[in-house]
């Protein structure tokens, strides 16, 4: 299995199950490339961070679900946080399964993860062994065809995605996805004036992650907290006062927006954003 981006749990859990897996992984910020792909034909299945939250950069799907086509190759997508927010077509791809969660662009409460699979991947999951029963596809599957789960769920947050999905289907999914955009655009450009740089050189629609030039990336999520309530997104580690990022999905409306910005940039005019 290859799997991309950064994030350490893929590659915890391909260790567990006893996967062979090769890791390929981008410099912070940048975008997957053909040529990082190179060498492995042979595998399996890819499985890819369409999105990379931390830096905000989007991936190539069309280029990954081409050399996933060309080689054979499963592709498994999460999507967890660029569901709705980017574009996004399994069929198109070829994709044999996408992830997703409640707590994204659904914007309900956390405590439910989404799979959809398609024939192949149903049937990989009713061939091959598991080791678990708890997250059992098996079971999930079997369970389906009567309109149940193996065992009792997140029934709230089950009843908000179905309020919350049915108000997307009755307008669309493209209309949710374009006023995403339209909230993300809004922001970039009313930050152009600032001394903050965006770190991804193919941001999505979900979140702009940006690097102060001047001051912690910490200081700023801390000042937006307590003089102007306003929660940023914080990096941890070695990124904590290099970065920080602003979500655009949600029910962000128009004055959420124009508060932020008009905070940002009074924090400019009091040189709490640098010289």
Known sequence: MTRTASSWSTVDLCALHGRDYTEVRCDFGHALRREQLTGLEDRTALLINMH???????????????FCRENGIFLIVDAISAFLADELDMAALGAG?????????????PGVSLIALSPEAVRRAEENPEVCLYL??????????????????????????????????????????????????????GIADLP?????EAPSNAVTSLHPLYVPASAIVRILK???G????????ALMDEVFRIGHIGHIRPEDLHSLLDALHDMNNRGLLGP
């Open 226 to 228: 307590d003089e102007y």
């Open 136 to 189: 059992s596809l098996k079971q999930a599957l079997k369970n389906a065809e009567r309109g149940q789960t193996p065992f009792t769920p997140a029934v709230t947050t089950l009843l908000q995605l179905h309020t919350r999905l049915s108000d997307i289907t009755a307008r669309g999914a493209e209309a949710e996805r374009a006023r995403i955009a339209a909230v993300a655009a809004a922001f970039r450009a």
């Open 230 to 237: 306003i929660w940023a997104c914080p990096n941890g580690g």
């Open 52 to 66: 990379e939250t931390s830096s905000g950069v989007l991936y190539d799907m069309d280029m990954v679900a081409g």
């Open 196 to 200: 903050l740089t965006m770190i991804s």
């Open 97 to 109: 399964a996408v992830l997703t969660g409640s707590q994204k662009a659904l914007a309900v409460q």
